[in-house]
Antibody, heavy 123, light 112 residues
Framework: EVQLVESGGGLVQPGRSLRLSCTTS????????MSWFRQAPGKGLEWVGF??????????EYAASVKDRFTISRDDSKSIAYLQMNSLKTEDTAVYYC??????????????WGQGTMVTVSS | QSVLTQPPSVSGAPGQRVTISCTGS?????????VHWYQQLPGTAPQLLIY???HRPSGVPDRFSGSKSGTSASLAISGLQAEDEADYYC????????????FGGGTKLTVL
């Protein structure tokens, strides 16, 4: 069974850092791009960022709202994707989801989602 | 303000058919990028419902169907069931400066 499990969420003060992990199983992790999304309480879905597979350079892209503060990385040997969040703001408060990516690049869909992990940024 | 526009809510009685619209622009749906749909049941993570405008992943009932035309797309749900009550989101790619992968604001489906 394909599974994604996020961890690392919690309460953090504004300006501090937090690293989320997405532990995967049931598929060949290295063959897939991975993406992170978030959903603020009572709000819709927002794309956060994306990391390509090593076959496509392992490069990353980010939403403007998190660019230069958030970094996505991957460890193919452990089948884990990471989201490093620095300089956190109160508006970063949300449930964070990691997803597997399928598609040809622009037409990507996100076919498997983790259960999410809550990040609360508050003093 | 979401890049893709969906109605905030729709409703229907069991057995009826409802549609949810998703309106974009020339930088996303109108540019030819695919539309995908996600279902988010209460208190759970989203699930891919329709991909590539009209294709259903394995396990999704054929009561769910998708279509796309011009700068818009639609999700149709026929034979409504109580368990269909959920939030539905459309998603596409946007090639504008603020681009990348964008969503509609979501539509809450209520089964009366």
């Amino acid at each position: 069974e394909v599974q994604l499990v996020e961890s690392g969420g919690g309460l953090v003060q504004p300006g501090r850092s937090l690293r989320l992990s997405c532990t995967t199983s049931g598929f060949t992790f290295g063959d897939y791009a991975m993406s992170w999304f978030r959903q603020a309480p009572g709000k819709g879905l927002e794309w956060v960022g994306f990391i390509r597979s090593k076959a496509y350079g392992g490069t990353t892209e980010y939403a403007a709202s998190v660019k230069d503060r958030f970094t996505i990385s991957r460890d193919d040997s452990k089948s884990i994707a990471y989201l490093q969040m620095n300089s956190l703001k109160t508006e970063d408060t949300a449930v964070y989801y990691c997803t597997r990516v399928v598609g040809d690049g622009y037409n990507n869909a996100f076919d498997i989602w983790g259960q999410g992990t809550m990040v609360t940024v508050s003093s | 303000q979401s890049v893709l526009t969906q109605p905030p809510s729709v409703s229907g009685a069991p057995g009826q058919r409802v549609t949810i619209s998703c309106t974009g622009s020339s930088s996303n749906i109108g540019a030819g990028y695919d539309v995908h749909w996600y279902q988010q049941l209460p208190g759970t993570a989203p699930q891919l419902l329709i991909y590539g405008n009209s294709h259903r992943p394995s396990g999704v009932p054929d009561r769910f169907s998708g279509s796309k035309s011009g700068t818009s797309a639609s999700l149709a749900i026929s034979g409504l069931q109580a368990e269909d009550e959920a939030d539905y989101y459309c998603q596409s790619y946007d090639s504008s400066l603020s681009g990348h992968w964008v969503f509609g604001g979501g539509t809450k489906l209520t089964v009366l």
